[in-house]
């Protein structure tokens, strides 16, 4: 097979355009989350919830969590998992992918000596599901290890563990608390069962699709991955060193291509994996709500900037929601704004206000 030989540019037009953020905008909050695959999902708001940013910055100001929490909920088009929104039809993959490879090992064996407190709990929740954790018994064995905080909460990790594994389900929630119940009754039914090799391949397919190239393979993080093995076909990118994987369905996007300004959540996959995105568009990029103040150089929360199919800066914005105000604190110019950029970029701080039901404050505000 030939390897296909693309310029940056060409590349990141294939993948802004695979993750949906050139124009025209995405209308369809289903597709759109089929299209990139998954939500992740963080208690994180200071300026939205990440999944509820992503979403914002492919679909635009008609956005409203509430249609989220409809597809979740209340149609199913949508299920939550642990971590993650996904479309029902890539459960079985990923079900298969924890059941037959089994990514923790220790986890199979405290699964193994607490196997009379899962059948509690399925027991529990063929009763009287859907349940929060806790309006369950605990009756587990053996406690879950840890040195955090997660050290003893039994109920909460075997609830995990079961929905990772395709036992349970999450069925919605209250508030942050989540309602489990048994998968027959969350997901749609007659869902295939999928064998490692077959979980494997429609995984790596959904990945290349929705992040248009990557590597093959590469180091091995914990959460959703990178890498898309063999699914579609070689290329490589002038001036960055290896092989890449395309998908095919892309290689005419990079003619026909029309840019935007989006503003990113910290999480989006365009620039998830920051070796990536700093490969395809010199841009580095550290989430630093974990450094102390004075070691920050672009903020707590700070939203990666794409204007049309370049990387260019950083903006450091809060949501106060006490005064009513979008709290500007800086714009960050990894290049140096032309003027299209500056009105671009202040014109989509004031869309992200306007969809957060706020006023524009700061010294950085437009």
Known sequence: ???????????????????????????????????????????????????????????????????LTRAIEHDRTLVETVAYVRSPTDIPAVIAEVREAEPYPFMATWLEANDSFRRDILATLEADGPLLSRDIPDTSVVPWPSTGWTNNRNITKMLEVLALRGEVAIAGRKGRQRYFDLPERVYPPDLPALSLDEAIAHRNERRLASLGIARATGTVMPGEGNYVGDAGEPAEVEGVPGTWRVDPAYLDVPETFTGRTAFLSPFDRLVHDRVRAEQLWGFEYILEMYKPKDQRRWGYFALPILHHDRLVGKLDAQADRKSGTLVVNAIHEDVRFTKAIRTAVDREVADLAAWLGLTLSGPAAP
């Open 1 to 67: 097979m030939a390897v296909h030989q693309l310029t940056v540019d060409q590349a990141r037009r294939i993948a802004v355009h695979a993750q949906l953020l050139d124009t025209p905008r995405p209308t369809d909050l289903v597709r759109t989350v089929e299209r990139l695959t998954f939500l992740q999902i963080d208690p994180t708001a200071a300026i939205a919830p990440s999944a509820d940013l992503v979403l914002w910055s492919r679909l635009g100001r008609s956005y409203d969590p509430a249609d």
